[in-house]
C-alpha cells in the first residue's frame, strides 16, 4: 500500500466523520440556555450599576500630572526642582570658577550676582528709574 492510497482512505474516513456531524445539530439543552440568559442578566444589571454611579472627576493638578507621564515623572522634576535650588543656594566653589572659565576664558573667581543680578540689582534699578 502506498502512501496516496493510505492519504485516500483518511479522507474518505474524515467526510464520513464530518458528514455525520453535519447531518446532527447540536441543540443546547434548557438548563445550558437558562444559565446564559441568567450570565447575561448579572452582566446588564452590573453596566447598569456602573452608569448609575456618580463619575468622580479628576482635578488639574492630576490631569497635569497625567498629561506629564503620572507621579513618577512628578517626583523626578520635583527631585530636579528641589537640586537646583540646592545648587543654587548653596553655590559650590567650583560653580563659580567654571561659570568664570566659560563666560571669561579666564580662571578667576567670579560671584553668579556678577553674571545674573539678583533682587538687590533689580530694586536699585527701578529706584533709579524712578528718579
Given at each position: 500500500?502506498?502512501?496516496?492510497?493510505?492519504?485516500?482512505?483518511?479522507?474518505?474516513?474524515?467526510?464520513?466523520?464530518f458528514s455525520a456531524a453535519r447531518d446532527e445539530a447540536p441543540v443546547p439543552s434548557?438548563?445550558?440556555?437558562?444559565?446564559?440568559?441568567?450570565?447575561?442578566?448579572?452582566?446588564?444589571r452590573a453596566r447598569d450599576a456602573a452608569r448609575a454611579a456618580p463619575v468622580r472627576r479628576r482635578g488639574a493638578f492630576a490631569a497635569i500630572a497625567a498629561a506629564i507621564g503620572g507621579w513618577p515623572a512628578v517626583a523626578g522634576m520635583a527631585t530636579a526642582a528641589g537640586a537646583g535650588v540646592w545648587i543654587g543656594v548653596a553655590q559650590p566653589p567650583a560653580l563659580s570658577t567654571l561659570t568664570g572659565t566659560m563666560l571669561t576664558g579666564t580662571t578667576a573667581q567670579y560671584q553668579l550676582e556678577e553674571f545674573a543680578p539678583g533682587y538687590a540689582a533689580l530694586v536699585s534699578f527701578e529706584e533709579e528709574l524712578a528718579e
Open positions: 500500500m502506498g502512501r496516496s492510497d493510505e492519504t485516500d482512505r483518511n479522507a474518505v474516513m474524515l467526510e464520513d466523520v434548557q438548563a445550558l440556555l437558562g444559565r446564559i440568559m441568567a450570565d447575561a442578566d448579572d452582566v446588564t
